[in-house]
């Protein structure tokens, strides 16, 4: 019997069948106390279709996968009010992350450690004192789109009937809150809303310049933050809209710049005319359009609106646009050039056109409607954009302005196979490596980063290293915990952190080492 049991126990060994074992305990990053009912999902990155087992913490946070088969995998953890967290951390990043399990292997001393998320909460009231209700409450943080630096909405709420709000699943970092009572009135000929609510940043300002900048840190239950709302006097809107086909229905839409809302709706008047009461001091877009021959015709109107009424706005419908264009490569590369895609990018549009480039080398965007457009890169290989020139004209910062009508001359993508490269290692302050650092691209000059080329995370030995990097001058900072939605590019953000950084200029084709101290972020603390 035994000679029996160790033959079957040496044919499963020789078929590969020994088994592995995945175990751990999430924690909370603050408290360090366990994490209960959180989902751990575990994702096989070495089999097709990344088959998925998921597991609930017991009462002490733990979890475990028995009986795995040998390969790579991630872990992905969520549970309400906390962040998501992958293990490993390099997970997060387009290089990619994953452990290896050999067979038999058990892995036994996973600890996930969760962020947990705050709140924010306070009342707002009239200037006598009384409750305002349906009260917008944005908690507004600054990011990067396309280079830019700009004022997004991260988490909103409305008041109740006693003035009341409360903002939840608040991640740490620093913001801006801002309230508005926005009272659009129709459009048409009828009157509108006389008097509305100013709109004000925390704790009484009317821009961002006067707000006070809340520090939420990881978990934190920030109360009464109230504001004072006052009244004022709202405008109305007059003008008209010039549709060169005549005949379809035009709609029209007010959209505010700082608010994110809107609001629409059709003229019908033979002549275009409309009104927009009830419009609060800010900045908005103007959009019409109008489809005909299955063609969409548009116009924008960038308007800055103060207490007085607004007359004489004249839109006219301008018919779809096309650019086109053609890419050139310089240096040696094997980039194919149908291999390339980009897109179009703007700070009006929600969405853009991307197009694939021909093998010749040309491209086209078709459908375009009036505005500035930005080129984005979306799939350049081991090439970078190196300069955008429409006819005679140099737009690689400015953008290509097709709110006239038409484009000027045709587009030149200039790329450049010669790429730099950065690479280097993190310690500690006892000068150890450190593992899952994630370190950061910051550039210093007018170049942006691309998606996926400005964040890297260290390996076992602390190393990192950057490939495909525009040439120019940058500074590299290494954090331990930090937000990746484009605050680690904001120099207000890291300016505490500058002498912990370490600033290299990235030649064509050259390779760059840094050696890099590990930032504890304060906020996720």
Same mark, same amino acid.
């Given at each position: 019997m035994r000679l029996t049991s160790a033959l079957l126990f040496s044919g499963l060994l020789l078929c590969g069948q020994e088994k592995c074992r995945v175990a751990g305990q999430v924690v909370n990053s603050v408290t360090n106390e366990p994490v209960r009912k959180s989902r751990v999902t575990l994702t096989r990155t070495t089999a097709p279709g990344g088959a998925a087992a998921s597991v609930i913490t017991d009462s002490g946070g733990r979890f475990?996968?028995?009986?795995?088969?040998?390969?790579? &995998?991630?872990?992905?953890?969520?549970?309400?009010?906390?962040? !998501?967290? =992958?293990?490993? $951390?390099?997970?997060?990043?387009?290089?990619?992350?994953?452990?290896?399990?050999?067979?038999?292997?058990?892995? #036994?001393?996973?600890v996930i450690r969760l962020v947990p998320l705050g709140t924010v909460s306070g /009342?707002?009231?009239?200037?006598?004192?009384?409750?305002?209700?349906?009260?917008?409450?944005?908690?507004?943080?600054?990011?990067?789109?396309?280079?830019? /630096?700009?004022?997004?909405?991260?988490?909103?709420? *409305?008041?109740?009937?006693?003035?009341?709000? $409360?903002?939840?699943?608040?991640r740490h970092g620093r913001y801006y809150l801002k309230a508005n009572k926005q009272m659009m009135g129709g459009f048409g000929p009828g009157p509108g809303v006389d008097?509305? &609510?100013?709109?004000?940043?925390?704790?009484?300002?009317?821009?961002?310049?006067?707000?006070?900048?809340?520090?939420?840190?990881?978990?934190? +239950?920030?109360?009464?933050?109230?504001?004072?709302?006052?009244?004022l006097h709202v405008?109305?809107?007059?003008?008209?809209?010039?549709?060169?086909?005549? %005949?379809?229905?035009?709609?029209?839409?007010?959209?505010?710049?700082?608010?994110g809302w809107g609001s629409s709706s059709g003229i019908n008047d033979p002549d275009?005319?409309?009104?927009?009461?009830?419009?609060?001091?800010?900045?908005?877009?103007?959009?019409a359009q109008a489809f005909t021959d299955e063609k969409k015709y548009s116009a924008r109107f960038p308007i800055q609106v103060g207490p007085a009424d607004i007359d004489g706005i004249e839109m006219h419908l301008l018919p779809p646009m096309e650019l086109t264009g053609h890419v050139r490569i310089e240096g040696k590369s094997e980039v194919q050039p149908q291999l390339l895609v980009f897109n179009l990018e703007s700070k009006s549009l929600s969405s853009s056109p991307f197009v694939t480039v021909k093998q010749d080398g040309s491209l086209r965007f078709k459908d375009l409607e009036p505005d500035v457009y930005y080129i984005g890169p979306f799939n350049l290989q081991s090439?970078?954009?190196?300069?955008? /020139?429409?006819?005679?004209?140099?737009?690689?910062?400015?953008?290509?302005?097709?709110? /006239?009508?038409?484009? =000027?001359?045709?587009?030149?993508?200039?790329?450049?196979?010669?790429?730099?490269?950065?690479?280097?290692?993190v310690e500690n302050d006892n000068s150890e490596p450190v593992?899952?650092?994630?370190?950061?691209?910051?550039?210093?000059?007018?170049?942006?980063?691309?998606? %996926? #080329?400005?964040?890297?995370?260290?390996d076992s030995?602390?190393?990192?290293?950057?490939?495909?990097?525009?040439?120019? $001058? !940058?500074?590299?900072?290494?954090?331990? +915990?930090?937000? =990746?939605?484009?605050?680690?590019?904001? #120099?207000?953000?890291?300016?505490?952190?500058?002498? *912990?950084?370490?600033a290299v200029d990235v030649q064509e084709s050259g390779k760059e080492s840094v050696h890099l101290k590990l930032i504890h972020n304060p906020a996720a603390e």
């Amino acid at each position: 019997m035994r000679l029996t049991s160790a033959l079957l126990f040496s044919g499963l060994l020789l078929c590969g069948q020994e088994k592995c074992r995945v175990a751990g305990q999430v924690v909370n990053s603050v408290t360090n106390e366990p994490v209960r009912k959180s989902r751990v999902t575990l994702t096989r990155t070495t089999a097709p279709g990344g088959a998925a087992a998921s597991v609930i913490t017991d009462s002490g946070g733990r979890f475990a996968f028995p009986d795995l088969d040998a390969g790579g &995998y991630t872990i992905l953890t969520q549970r309400d009010d906390f962040e !998501y967290q =992958e293990y490993p $951390r390099g997970g997060r990043t387009p290089q990619g992350g994953s452990f290896a399990l050999a067979p038999g292997d058990e892995k #036994r001393d996973i600890v996930i450690r969760l962020v947990p998320l705050g709140t924010v909460s306070g /009342r707002i009231v009239d200037e006598d004192g009384d409750p305002i209700r349906q009260v917008q409450v944005n908690l507004m943080a600054y990011q990067f789109n396309n280079g830019r /630096r700009q004022l997004v909405p991260r988490s909103s709420g *409305m008041t109740n009937d006693l003035g009341e709000y $409360r903002l939840f699943e608040v991640r740490h970092g620093r913001y801006y809150l801002k309230a508005n009572k926005q009272m659009m009135g129709g459009f048409g000929p009828g009157p509108g809303v006389d008097e509305s &609510y100013a709109s004000s940043f925390h704790p009484g300002s009317a821009d961002v310049t006067g707000a006070s900048l809340l520090e939420i840190a990881a978990g934190q +239950q920030m109360r009464g933050v109230d504001f004072t709302l006052h009244r004022l006097h709202v405008a109305t809107l007059r003008g008209r809209v010039v549709n060169p086909v005549g %005949g379809p229905s035009v709609s029209l839409s007010l959209s505010s710049i700082t608010e994110g809302w809107g609001s629409s709706s059709g003229i019908n008047d033979p002549d275009g005319k409309f009104e927009i009461h009830g419009v609060s001091p800010g900045s908005y877009v103007l959009t019409a359009q109008a489809f005909t021959d299955e063609k969409k015709y548009s116009a924008r109107f960038p308007i800055q609106v103060g207490p007085a009424d607004i007359d004489g706005i004249e839109m006219h419908l301008l018919p779809p646009m096309e650019l086109t264009g053609h890419v050139r490569i310089e240096g040696k590369s094997e980039v194919q050039p149908q291999l390339l895609v980009f897109n179009l990018e703007s700070k009006s549009l929600s969405s853009s056109p991307f197009v694939t480039v021909k093998q010749d080398g040309s491209l086209r965007f078709k459908d375009l409607e009036p505005d500035v457009y930005y080129i984005g890169p979306f799939n350049l290989q081991s090439l970078y954009l190196k300069s955008v /020139r429409l006819g005679d004209a140099d737009v690689t910062d400015t953008g290509i302005d097709l709110t /006239r009508g038409s484009a =000027e001359g045709e587009l030149t993508l200039l790329l450049s196979a010669n790429i730099g490269q950065v690479e280097g290692t993190v310690e500690n302050d006892n000068s150890e490596p450190v593992v899952d650092a994630m370190v950061t691209l910051m550039p210093l000059t007018s170049r942006r980063i691309l998606p %996926g #080329r400005g964040v890297a995370v260290t390996d076992s030995k602390g190393h990192f290293s950057f490939g495909g990097i525009d040439p120019g $001058r !940058y500074r590299l900072f290494a954090w331990d +915990q930090i937000d =990746e939605d484009g605050s680690v590019y904001d #120099r207000d953000f890291v300016q505490p952190f500058e002498s *912990m950084g370490q600033a290299v200029d990235v030649q064509e084709s050259g390779k760059e080492s840094v050696h890099l101290k590990l930032i504890h972020n304060p906020a996720a603390e």
